[in-house]
């Protein structure tokens, strides 16, 4: 495991608190659009599934798309003036998300009981594009400011840790919101139980509270947290003054991966296919807990906001274990706790059909197996970046481009399958949506164990590549040098 560097400080609780702030808008966000879109298209505005799908493609794609492109031009620029170029991209992605979000939780503007599907889809496609594009560049800017806000592994854990407890309190404020406005409706005598076209004020209500509080958090974030600075053109290059022939270097050097050498790397699939099917199981099991809580198990609507209440107060006790879990039986051993969790789950939810009280002991299991696997997926790929924090936001955004695509695909080909394609719901509904969760934890966990198994067999190892310069004999003298020791010790095998 790689040691803080001689002379390093530790970064300060205010300053991993402020930036742990800046993603609470996201967090914030995500948990409205993954636990309630699908349900607030079709159950509450009545559209089809395939258009309710085919509105979280469209995002889902977005973000995909956006993801790569944004972590390119964010390593590639140097900010706005003074701002550093990771709270530059911060800012900007803020401000879309603040403008177009609101839109997307509410009905669309002008459409009567006759207006034709196809028109809602491109109303809500623009400001599904543009929260999305604010949304990418939100996460990446601030994810890429992990490695170079500290160096150590345990502190990277820590850090995102740190990170991983607001995005519970988020979801913990979003149903914790959710519930109250629910239980406010319910209590009036006129109100039913089960979702319709009466609960739209609620979700409307919420969509604002939402971006009003996550504005307050980014606010926080810009102001407690210090990016150090980065001159920009840093990289090498060769121009008429530089001289053929290198000195040797009296030490290891320290190569520079630029965007290209990364896709050359095996470990760079390795933690790619490992994050995309962790977030899977986060995203599509918090996708559809909803449904399968109202149209399997039958439960009030009060449901879908307690039962992943429960979900998040579990998975926000188990962030805070991450470090001591992590030190004591690294980094593989943990992740394949977390998973062993997720199949209990998805076990309990095969060999009981009908539950009451006992959802909640399911909603545990699920929410403390989601934040272990996640915080470690996580935590690996800042091990993968390793020193090469110049190019961490493609980094990120590669991983985020498959998680993405993912997660978007999976929800339409879920969708084109329900099967009541004529009704918003039909008795086919109680069966479907319980093999739904049982799919997306543990047949996607089956996929995360083979994933974990090649990191196992060939652990994560960064292989610097060497620049050389070939003379008019042949032979060449690097100047980029070969995989260095301390690089090993810092990016090489993750236990």
């Not at 879908?304 to 579990?314: H, K, N, R």
């Not at 198994?453 to 008019?472: D, E, F, K, N, T």
């Amino acid at each position: 495991m790689a040691e803080p560097p001689a002379g390093a400080a530790e970064l300060a609780l205010r300053a991993r608190l402020s930036f742990a702030a800046g993603h609470f808008l996201n967090d914030l966000c995500a948990s409205l659009w993954f636990t309630y879109l699908l349900l607030y298209l079709h159950a509450v505005l009545g559209y089809g599934h395939r258009l309710a799908g085919a509105l979280l493609l469209a995002g889902q794609a977005a973000d995909g798309l956006c993801t790569p492109l944004l972590g390119y031009e964010a390593d590639r620029s140097a900010g706005c003036g003074r701002y550093g170029r990771r709270k530059s991209w911060h800012l900007a992605g803020t401000t879309c998300v603040l403008v177009s979000f609101p839109f997307i939780f509410n009905p669309c503007l002008g459409c009567k009981e006759n207006t034709p599907q196809w028109a809602a889809f491109i109303y809500y496609l623009p400001f599904i594009i543009i929260f999305q594009f604010g949304w990418a560049a939100t996460q990446i800017s601030h994810l890429s400011l992990i490695p170079e806000l500290v160096t150590s592994e345990h502190e990277k854990v820590e850090l995102t840790a740190f990170r991983y407890a607001f995005t519970v309190m988020a979801n913990i404020t979003v149903y914790g919101l959710a519930w109250l406005l629910l239980n406010f409706q319910v209590d009036q005598p006129d109100r039913a139980e089960h979702l319709g076209i009466q609960d739209v004020p609620i979700f409307r209500n919420l969509s604002l509270i939402v971006v009003g509080l996550g504005a307050v958090f980014c606010l926080i974030f810009h102001v407690g947290t210090k990016e150090k600075p980065y001159p920009p053109g840093s990289l090498p290059q060769l121009e008429e003054s530089t001289p053929l022939l290198q000195k040797e270097p009296t030490s290891s050097p320290h190569p520079l991966l630029i965007w290209k050498d990364w896709l050359l790397e095996p470990a760079f699939y390795q933690v790619a296919v490992l994050y995309m099917s962790t977030r899977l199981i986060v995203n599509l099991s918090q996708t559809y807990i909803a449904m399968y809580l109202t149209n399997s198990l039958l439960l009030p609507k009060k449901y879908i906001a307690t039962i992943p209440l429960v979900m998040y107060i579990s998975g926000f006790l188990s962030s805070f274990l991450m470090k001591p879990v992590n030190k004591w039986i690294g980094r593989n051993l943990t992740y394949f706790v977390g998973i062993l969790v997720i199949l209990a789950f998805a076990s309990w939810v095969t060999l009981a059909r009908q539950m009451g009280a006992e959802i909640y002991g399911a909603a545990v299991l699920l929410g403390a197996g989601s934040a272990t696997i996640l915080v470690t997926s996580l935590s690996m790929t800042a091990d993968l970046i390793g020193t090469n924090t110049h190019s961490g936001a493609f980094v990120y955004g590669a991983m985020s481009f498959t998680d993405k695509m993912a997660n978007g695909l999976a929800v339409m080909a879920i969708q084109n399958l329900h099967p009541c394609p004529t009704e918003l719901c039909c008795p086919a509904c109680i069966s479907f949506y319980h093999w739904v969760m049982v799919s997306v934890t543990g047949g996607v966990a089956i996929a995360a164990i083979a994933s974990l198994c090649c990191i196992m067999v060939w652990p994560i190892r960064i292989r610097y590549h060497a620049v050389c310069l070939q003379g008019l004999s042949g032979a060449g003298t690097s100047y980029g040098g070969m995989e260095s020791t301390e690089a090993k010790s810092r990016s090489g095998t993750v236990n």
